[in-house]
Structure formats: C-alpha cells, structure tokens
C-alpha cells in the first residue's frame, strides 16, 4: 500500500506537468501568432466607438475641439489600461494553462507554414468584423430585452408590493 502511494506521489508531479505547456514555447506561439497585433484592433474599435457618440451627439462646430480633447482623453486611458505589456503575460499564461506541450508544438508547426501565415494575417479582419457583427445582433436584441427587463422590473415591484 505504502508502495502505491510512493508511486503515486512520484508519478504526479510527471503528469501535472505534461498537462501544461512551458512558458517559453507558448511565448514563441505567442510571438508567432503577431498577437501583440491585437492591440491595434482595439485600438481602432475605440476610435470607431469615439467617432459613433460624436455621430451621435450631433456636435456643433464650435464644439468639436471638446470632442477632440475627449476622445485625446479616451485614447490615452485605453492605451495605458489595454497595453500589450500587461496584457502578454497573462495571454502566456492562458494559453500554457489550456494547451499542453504536443498543442503548443503542433500549432506552432502550423503558424509557421503559408497556411498558418495566412491565417496570422486574415485573423484581425475577420475578428473585428466578428465583433462587429455580434455588436448589431445585440443592438437588434437590445430594445426586446429592455422591454423585457422593464416587465421583470415591473412584475418584481408588484410581488414586492403584494398586488401581484
């Protein structure tokens, strides 16, 4: 019994390590994939969200050098809260958690073929037209759900009122 139990704690460590992938290769993934490219997508999302409210707000001339400032503002806060130094680290650690050793490498393989390449390239695109496209089904949904959650709020009051 004792043996088994030697064993056990001898094998484990082997195993719980295989299950995740060193650091240094996802971080070769990582530099591979351009995922620091990422960074940019967000940055033109919100320059498109900034120049949305300015559609929206039907700004007066004289009032366009506020706007400006604002959004000088909104870009600043967004570059030091979303930078790719703070983000990588933990981009590594996500993909070392969910991937082991074999993925790591195999993908690798992969990005480092034409396919993989063309990929690499095509992939901001087709993810901010994702974005955008998931963006109006909710903008779609959005006054159903509020009138919905206005119902919820109404029906709630009336229980908490006891008129039911």
């Known amino acids: 019994m004792k043996i088994r139990l030697l064993i056990c704690l001898f094998f484990i460590p082997l195993f719980a390590h295989s299950a995740q ?14 995922m ?29 050098a506020l706007f400006e400032e604002y959004q000088a503002g909104i870009q600043q806060i967004a570059k030091e809260a979303l930078n790719w130094g703070s983000l990588e680290p933990q981009i590594v650690d996500l993909y070392a958690e969910h991937f082991n050793d074999k993925e790591i490498d195999d ?10 390449q ?8 087709i993810t901010q037209a994702s974005m955008q496209m998931s963006m109006q089904m909710v903008q779609r949904a959005a006054p159903r759900l509020q009138a919905y959650s206005q119902e ?9 009122n006891g008129t039911q």
């Open 21 to 34: 992938a060193p650091r240094e290769k996802v971080q070769e993934l990582v530099n591979l994939m351009n």
């Open 152 to 160: 919820f709020a109404k029906k709630l009051q009336a229980k908490r």
């Open 36 to 64: 620091d490219s990422v960074m940019d997508i967000l940055d033109d999302q919100m320059e498109n969200m900034t120049n949305t409210i300015a559609k929206q707000a039907n700004l007066q001339p004289d009032e366009r």
């Open 107 to 116: 993908m690798i393989a992969f990005y480092q073929t034409e396919t993989g």
């Open 118 to 125: 063309s990929v690499i390239r095509k992939m901001p695109a």
